[in-house]
T-cell receptor
């Protein structure tokens, strides 16, 4: 299994509070991704990173920011959490952006509840 | 990226083959067909991918229609551990994003 950990694994917070989720990898892969998963929507990309300090938006980026100061860590921040951000968040990594395979390896997920 | 259409759910008896269909009528010539699956309470995992020819690996087989507008993931002998949500994804070789859709939830009946 790819070395990907996410922390925390579960979090309950209140509306309006800031929240930071961490993804840590030991594979030295260049690309890292944050997805959210909600019933009826499958997985949707929030942000991704293609290198240290290089990030870009996905299809559902509003209300989220990311940072990547080291290859191994990719942080997802909710500046002011809302109930609509209650979801399961998955981090993924890959060592290629292009190419036919570009297998993405996923972390175990973080279940976030915003009350 | 082009979109895919999959049935919401399917059932299979244990130890029987399973054929999971996927329609992708707007596929472009540079789109690869990828399949991932997500076991309960886990992140998705790669299953198989292909472009034009049928593909086999230790997990499954991928049959691609001649016009590439549809494909089928084949699990040769379903086990209880194959119960999962299976996602069919199109990915342009130059792109770096995946669009997962809602997938097919496979139930395996003992």
């Amino acid at each position: 299994d790819a070395g990907i950990t996410q922390s925390p694994r579960h979090k309950v917070t209140e509306t309006g509070t800031p929240v930071t989720l961490r993804c840590h990898q030991t594979e030295n892969h260049r690309y890292m991704y944050w997805y959210r998963q909600d019933p009826g929507h499958g997985l949707r990309l929030i942000h991704y990173s293609y290198g240290v300090k290089d990030t870009d938006k996905g299809e559902v980026s509003d209300g989220y920011s990311v940072s990547r100061s080291k290859t191994e860590d990719f942080l997802l921040t909710l500046e002011s959490a809302t109930s609509s951000q209650t979801s399961v968040y998955f981090c993924a990594i890959s060592d290629l952006a292009g190419g036919p395979r570009n297998e993405q390896f996923f972390g175990p997920g973080t279940r976030l509840t915003v009350l | 990226d082009a979109k895919t259409t999959q049935p919401n759910s399917m059932e299979s008896n244990e130890e029987e083959p399973v054929h999971l269909p996927c329609n992708h009528s707007t596929i472009s010539g540079t789109d690869y067909i990828h399949w991932y699956r997500q076991l309960p309470s886990q992140g998705p995992e790669y299953v198989i991918h292909g472009l034009t020819s049928n593909v086999n690996n230790r997990m499954a087989s991928l049959a691609i229609a001649e016009d590439r507008k549809s494909s089928t993931l084949i699990l040769h002998r379903a086990t209880l551990r194959d119960a999962a949500v299976y996602y069919c994804i199109l990915r342009d070789v130059t792109g770096n994003q995946f669009y997962f859709g809602t997938g097919t939830s496979l139930t395996v009946i003992p």
